[in-house]
T-cell receptor, first 112, second 114 residues
Framework: EPEVTQTPSHQVTQMGQEVILRCVPISNHLYFYWYRQILGQKVEFLVSFYNNEISEKSEIFDDQFSVERPDGSNFTLKIRSTKLEDSAMYFC??????????FGPGTRLLVL | QKEVEQDPGPLSVPEGAIVSLNCTYSNSAFQYFMWYRQYSRKGPELLMYTYSSGNKEDGRFTAQVDKSSKYISLFIRDSQPSDSATYLCAMSGGVKAAGNKLTFGGGTRVLVKP
């Protein structure tokens, strides 16, 4: 059964550094999302991406965040200058239809 | 009032029992309702999704939506120790052309004891 994959599984970085989280969607999926889950808290929406552009973003998704699908397959989330509070599990989700989303295993980001 | 509320548990049941989970919500615009299962330090796994009010059954799982009460439920029959996980409800405001953001509950931790 096809799955969403994410790399790396873990990332440790210093505050102020840039990180890029990568996602490989299921092959015929058209809708792409990033969510994050701070330890012990709810899963929170960050951004949705469709037809090569951002379709919706949350208040969390400020200027330090960006997304792109550079080669038509990978879907990336870049955090330009990481802060301590960016430490969280980041999940990519993709869907063939608007109403269903399938999540990847996540990248655990730790900012020191 | 939180947009989506879910009892954090833990909910402990003996193997073979019915697990009953629920969420309440405040936003009447929600139209799609999902249940995800999340094992520790893993990604959410989609179990069920329903549109508007009504029931949906899939194997041991039954999802119910009561939009008039803003209340959704998930029932797991013949529970197994492998069902021990955190169950997340999620909902969205309907189909948009460019995707739907999900709003999640905080999750209910379920323990099924052999």
């Amino acid at each position: 059964e096809p799955e969403v994959t994410q790399t790396p599984s873990h990332q440790v970085t210093q505050m102020g550094q840039e990180v890029i989280l990568r996602c490989v969607p299921i092959s015929n999926h058209l809708y792409f999302y990033w969510y994050r889950q701070i330890l012990g808290q709810k899963v929170e929406f960050l951004v949705s991406f469709y037809n090569n552009e951002i379709s919706e973003k949350s208040e969390i998704f400020d200027d330090q965040f960006s997304v792109e699908r550079p080669d038509g397959s990978n879907f990336t989330l870049k955090i330009r200058s990481t802060k301590l509070e960016d430490s969280a599990m980041y999940f990519c989700a993709t869907g063939r239809l608007q109403e269903t989303q399938y999540f990847g295993p996540g990248t655990r980001l730790l900012v020191l | 009032q939180k947009e989506v509320e879910q009892d954090p548990g833990p909910l402990s049941v003996p193997e073979g029992a019915i697990v009953s989970l629920n969420c309440t919500y405040s936003n009447s615009a929600f139209q799609y309702f999902m249940w995800y299962r999340q094992y520790s330090r893993k990604g959410p796994e989609l179990l069920m999704y329903t549109y508007s009010s009504g029931n949906k059954e899939d194997g041991r799982f039954t999802a119910q939506v009561d939009k008039s009460s803003k209340y959704i439920s998930l029932f797991i029959r013949d529970s197994q120790p492998s069902d021990s996980a955190t169950y997340l409800c999620a909902m969205s405001g309907g189909v948009k052309a460019a995707g739907n953001k999900l709003t999640f509950g905080g999750g209910t931790r379920v323990l099924v004891k052999p």
